[in-house]
């Protein structure tokens, strides 16, 4: 089925920008929402950002909102996460998610998952 292969984590400067992408292995359904969720260690799973293939409609998690701008092109099946001004506690794997879903935060509604990327941002 879908396949998603995220790439452009790293180690990066507190202050400095990162510009994540997710490439899915074939055309996505019209009616899938893509999501960015990351996780630190000891820390559950949190939405960090969605954006839906129809519209572009896009919803941030107050914590990286003016700081991180999600987008998609549709021709290379793509998804990225720009992010910009990062702090220490930005550090996490992060990963991309596909489905059809309801709520941009319900890490459950969606079907497909990366398998991440780390981001680590020092001091």
Do not use: H
């Not at 992408?21 to 799973?45: I, V, Y």
């Amino acid at each position: 089925q879908v396949q998603l292969v995220e790439s452009g984590g790293g180690l990066v400067q507190a202050g400095g920008s990162l510009r994540l992408s997710c490439a899915a292995s074939e055309r996505t359904l019209s009616r899938f929402t893509m999501g960015w969720f990351r996780q630190a260690p000891g820390k559950e799973r949190e939405f960090v950002a969605g954006i839906t293939w129809n519209g572009g409609r896009t919803y941030y998690s107050d914590s990286v909102k003016g700081r991180f701008t999600i987008s998609r092109d549709s021709a290379k099946n793509t998804v990225y996460l720009q992010m910009n001004s990062l702090k220490p506690e930005d550090t996490a794997v992060y990963y991309c998610a596909a489905g059809s879903v309801y709520y941009f935060t319900a890490s459950r509604e969606y079907d497909y998952w990366g398998q991440g990327t780390q981001v680590t941002v020092s001091l």
